[in-house]
């Protein structure tokens, strides 16, 4: 299919976002023989290009102004609706993140566009492109297509697969200037309240913790186990609410969605709310002393009793078992 998909390639404190990778892979897939556009906004991404030209992209735009260094709705919607209206894309793929959960409703509402959200697969079918997104917390499946190939949509992260990385691959790049007008809001500093470690969203093991944990004592545990396994720390809304840990960490329905290839559930219930933000997640352990907890139904693997005494031998057993490989 001759299609031409622009790709926003998202940035983290420096380094490519995961999803963005992902975001190329899924617009490789519906390209035959068009052209897959990355955009890199700020002036210390251009160090990014030519992984973005291995993992698929075509050409890359970068735009070097000062005014997107930091991520602003204003200033990204101006960029991004200017980028597009030099191209003319069929498709804008972004990140299902903070960013993309922004900016994407933003700019497609100021292209008259419309928006598939938290997409976890993209297809080619017949003529058309299908997206596949979640609904009813993760109980059913939704397919969508837009009604003339032309859309906005963003990637739930960790659920397309990068390519392959082709190291010979190089891709053209236009360094674009965007004109930035009427600024509201100006970020002067960003303080995150988790610092370091592994990328909640992103990550490929999560080990989270509810009630049970019964303390901020018991998250350190928990973190222990994580950084044993290379894992991030995730929480429930109840051990946020019992200030055992950050809400930054919430994962359900108000707060982050992570599908990691192990989630390591905690003295956690399994209320409705919570498997919203992790049901799709690839392989489920889940510690509870309550036989009849919920979280079971949806566990892979359970493991029935007093998490104190279940997480220091798990950890002590992972441990070795790194040790010794
Ligand atoms: P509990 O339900 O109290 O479960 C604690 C579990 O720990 C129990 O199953 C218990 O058997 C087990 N346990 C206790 N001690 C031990 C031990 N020593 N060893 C092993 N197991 C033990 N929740 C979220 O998580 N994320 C959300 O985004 C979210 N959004 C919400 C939005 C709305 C509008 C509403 C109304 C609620 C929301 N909630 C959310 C809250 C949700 O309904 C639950 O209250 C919450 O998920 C329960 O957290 P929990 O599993 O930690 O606690």
């Known amino acids: 299919m ?3 998909v622009l790709v926003l390639a998202e940035t983290r404190d420096g380094g490519l976002r995961n999803v963005s990778l992902e975001s190329l892979s899924a617009a490789k897939r519906i390209v035959e023989k068009g052209e897959v556009i990355a955009v ?10 030519s992984t973005l030209a291995q993992y698929g992209a075509d050409k890359v735009y970068v735009v070097s102004n000062d005014q997107v260094n930091q991520y602003t709705s204003d200033a990204y919607t101006q ?7 030099d191209i003319d894309p069929d498709f804008v793929f972004m990140g ?20 598939i959200s938290d997409c976890i697969d993209i297809n080619i079918e017949g003529n058309d492109v299908v997206f596949t997104r979640p609904i009813y917390a993760g109980k059913a499946f939704q397919k969508k297509k837009s009604v003339n190939n032309k859309a906005f949509a963003t990637i739930r992260p960790n659920n397309i697969p990068v390519l392959e990385v082709d190291s010979s691959k ?19 500093e960003v303080v995150r309240k988790a610092v370091g470690g592994v990328d909640l969203s992103e990550a490929k093991i999560v080990v989270s913790g509810g009630r049970g ?11 222990e186990l994580a950084n044993v ?18 809400y930054s960490i919430q994962i359900g329905q108000t707060g982050k969605v992570v599908t990691p290839d192990l989630y390591i559930a905690c003295g956690i219930s399994g209320a409705i709310q919570h498997l919203a933000g992790m049901s799709n997640s690839k392989v489920v352990v889940a510690i509870n002393k309550d036989p009849e907890a919920p979280i079971f139904q949806v566990a ?11 997480m220091p031998l798990l950890t002590e057993e992972l441990k070795n078992m790194f040790v010794v490989c």
């Open 213 to 223: 944990v019964k303390s901020p004592e018991g998250f350190s545990t928990l973190q």
């Open 96 to 115: 299902h993140t903070a960013i993309g959960k922004d900016l994407a409703p933003r700019a497609a509402a100021r292209l008259g566009l419309g928006l």
């Open 300 to 310: 892979d693997y359970g493991i029935v009793g007093d998490l104190f005494e279940v």
């Open 79 to 85: 960029a991004i609706s200017q980028i597009f209206k």
């Open 170 to 188: 190089t891709a053209e790049v236009i360094h674009f200037s965007v004109e930035i007008k009427n600024l509201r809001t100006i970020v002067k």
């Open 40 to 49: 890199l906004l700020g002036s210390d991404t251009p160090q990014h290009i």
């Open 2 to 4: 001759s299609k031409k």
């Open 229 to 246: 396994l290379g894992g991030a720390v995730g929480a429930t809304r109840g051990a946020c609410d019992a200030e055992y840990c950050d």
